[in-house]
């Protein structure tokens, strides 16, 4: 079971920190992520990363967004830096377990105002 939290209402230009703890074990094939959900559009890609730390970021959060996790606590975060109103959406946190399992945790809710 996966736990989001962190979201709030934040102005253009500011900061927020998601967390995304589990309640069970994290395997180090897993690789974790988070996603977002903007109102009336698709679930998209905006970062992730392995257990050795290596990490992937959607080109529109590059160099704003840093994702990082937390192996011995089974936890990882989102710091977002510099918001823009293009990232008003529901944030999900993810853990891929290969070959084939997915699994969501509960979205948290990301508002930027101007």
């Given at each position: 079971?996966?736990q989001a939290?962190?979201?709030?209402?934040?102005?253009?230009?500011?900061?927020?920190?998601?967390?995304?703890?589990?309640?069970g074990?994290?395997?180090?094939?897993?690789?974790?992520?988070?996603?977002?959900?903007?109102?009336?559009?698709q679930?998209?890609?905006?970062?992730?990363?392995?257990?050795?730390?290596?990490?992937?970021?959607?080109?529109?959060?590059?160099?704003?967004?840093?994702?990082?996790?937390?192996?011995?606590?089974?936890?990882?975060?989102?710091?977002?830096?510099?918001?823009?109103?293009?990232?008003?959406?529901?944030?999900?946190?993810?853990?891929?377990?290969?070959?084939?399992?997915t699994?969501?945790?509960?979205?948290?809710?990301?508002?930027?105002?101007?």
């Amino acid at each position: 079971q996966l736990q989001a939290s962190g979201g709030g209402l934040v102005q253009a230009g500011g900061s927020l920190r998601l967390s995304c703890a589990a309640s069970g074990s994290i395997f180090s094939s897993d690789i974790m992520g988070w996603y977002r959900q903007a109102l009336g559009k698709q679930r998209e890609l905006v970062a992730v990363i392995n257990s050795s730390g290596n990490t992937n970021y959607a080109d529109s959060v590059k160099s704003r967004f840093t994702i990082s996790r937390d192996n011995a606590k089974t936890t990882m975060y989102l710091q977002m830096n510099s918001l823009k109103l293009d990232d008003t959406a529901a944030y999900y946190c993810s853990v891929y377990r290969p070959p084939m399992n997915t699994y969501w945790g509960q979205g948290t809710q990301v508002t930027v105002s101007s």
